[in-house]
């Protein structure tokens, strides 16, 4: 009896010794598929030992490495144009999530870009807008159209390139100019256009030099949640603006911020992009197109005839091409860039 007895307690430690080992190496497993808050970009993590390698679904990142310390991960991997991304993630014991501050610095060492990264296991949400079509969703326009003078086109020449895996140099984004009189501080509001989540809220390196760093907010709607909409160029009116919050449609976010330092740099203009991660892969929209029937109204209102008033179509814009330096238009091409409100 006590024989059986001492076998079966044997037994028990035994299986619990297993148990516990096969929860550590779960525990310790980094390796899958992390949809992240940038843009609804998936990060794809390999391990071997303490060693692992990553890569974005976007192709920016294809041979990342990193090294793990605890519950941590140290990533690093450079970017086009030598420029070095960095980022520290602290992962959940279960290991679904993790969150950590990222940077992107450039050739001389000045910081780029700078925010939170979040992540969960899974593959981010998808939509087919080929055989969906656009969703006319938004009802709440994200600024003050009053204060606006003119609106540069989707797939323009203006400011830089900017576009996704599937196109190449054109501005796939809207630039918003206000009248000179609003061309300062704080003069033109910005708001969410929909009732979502703050994905991201990154400095996006201008105006390092005063500390009065523009933001490049994301904001992933809650009715189409494969939507990402990047709001540029904003100076935040409060610390609730952060990674991780709730936001209303038309609750204020903050304002224009057009001049960077006391040098009076300036742009004229500041910007949004509509990102869509597609069973394709992540796709740019028009601003335009996810804009209601009642919203594109106060567009019409101000002498525009149709959404493709702000739209150059990708056979257009093929057929008469722009000039590239890496991001830098050295054309402007033959279509006007800008539609002018009255």
């Known amino acids: 009896m006590r024989s059986i007895n001492f076998f ?7 299986a619990t010794c297993l148990s516990l080992i096969r929860c550590e190496q779960v525990k ?9 808050n940038l843009q609804n970009t998936e990060m794809v993590i390999s391990q071997t030992g303490d060693l692992v390698t990553f890569s974005l679904q976007t192709g920016l990142i294809e041979n990342g490495t990193g090294t793990i310390k605890g519950n941590k991960l140290a990533l690093t991997a450079t970017l086009s144009e030598s420029e070095l991304f960095a980022c520290e993630l602290s992962f959940s014991n279960d290991r679904t999530s993790f969150s950590g501050p990222y940077n992107i610095v450039g050739n001389g060492g000045e910081t780029l870009m700078e925010g939170i990264l979040l992540g969960n296991k ?8 080929d ?12 600024t003050q159209l009053s204060k606006i003078e003119k609106i540069s086109k989707f797939r323009s020449g203006f400011g830089h390139s900017f576009t996704d895996g599937f196109e190449a140099c054109r501005s796939m984004k809207h630039y918003f100019n206000p009248y000179q009189e609003y061309r300062q501080n704080n003069t033109v509001d910005i708001y969410s256009p929909v009732n979502g989540i703050i994905l991201s809220v990154a400095n996006d390196g201008h105006g390092a ?43 204020l976010i903050g304002h224009a911020r057009l001049y960077y330092d006391d040098l009076a740099e300036y742009a004229t203009s500041f910007d949004i992009a509509v990102w869509v991660n597609t069973p394709s892969g992540i796709r740019l ?19 525009v005839t149709s959404r493709q008033d702000f739209i150059i ?11 590239c330096d890496g991001d830098t238009f050295i054309s402007t091409g033959s279509i006007e860039n800008f539609v002018n409100l009255n």
């Open 313 to 323: 179509s990708k056979e257009a814009r093929d057929a008469s091409p722009l000039q």
């Open 122 to 129: 899974g593959e981010c949400p998808e939509y087919d807008i």
């Open 28 to 36: 310790d497993d980094f390796a899958g598929t992390y949809c992240l």
């Open 285 to 303: 929209i028009s601003y335009f197109e996810t804009m209601s029937d009642a919203l594109f109204y106060t567009y019409l209102a101000r002498g």
């Open 209 to 251: 030099s005063t500390g009065l760093t523009n933001k490049e907010i994301q904001i992933r709607p809650n009715e189409y949640s494969a939507f990402v909409f990047v709001l540029y160029h904003c100076d935040l009116t409060s610390e609730a603006i952060a990674a991780g919050k709730s936001i209303e449609a038309g609750e």
């Open 8 to 14: 079966k307690i044997i037994s028990l430690i035994l």
């Open 131 to 142: 055989a969906a079509g656009v969703p006319a969703f938004v009802e709440k326009d994200f």
